[in-house]
């Protein structure tokens, strides 16, 4: 029964935190090597990266609302548990 309880939460979690790993492999691209990030541009390390962390700011947003709705689902669950006496 805790298992069922655990596994949304669980899902929701692993879901925001690979999501915010796409645009963070493309910060690390753009800071160790410029070039790669953007090949047309001859950006500094500094410029690349500021570029890319405005490309990624969509991406953080949407990471932190699917978080925010785990926390959410987290609270429901640990207040189920106690309900039902699993905690």
């Given at each position: 029964m805790g298992a069922m309880l655990v596994s949304p939460v669980m899902m929701l979690e692993?879901?925001?935190y690979i999501l915010a790993v796409v645009p963070s492999i493309y910060l690390g691209i753009s800071w160790l090597s410029p070039?790669?990030?953007f090949p047309d541009e001859s950006l500094t390390r500094i410029e690349a990266f500021r570029r890319q962390l405005i490309?990624?700011?969509n991406a953080y947003v949407l990471v932190a609302?699917?978080?925010l709705v785990s926390a959410v689902a987290e609270v429901i669950v640990v207040q189920?548990?106690?309900m039902l006496g699993l905690a």
């Open positions: 692993g879901l925001g070039q790669k990030a490309n990624s700011a609302l699917v978080l189920l548990a106690v």
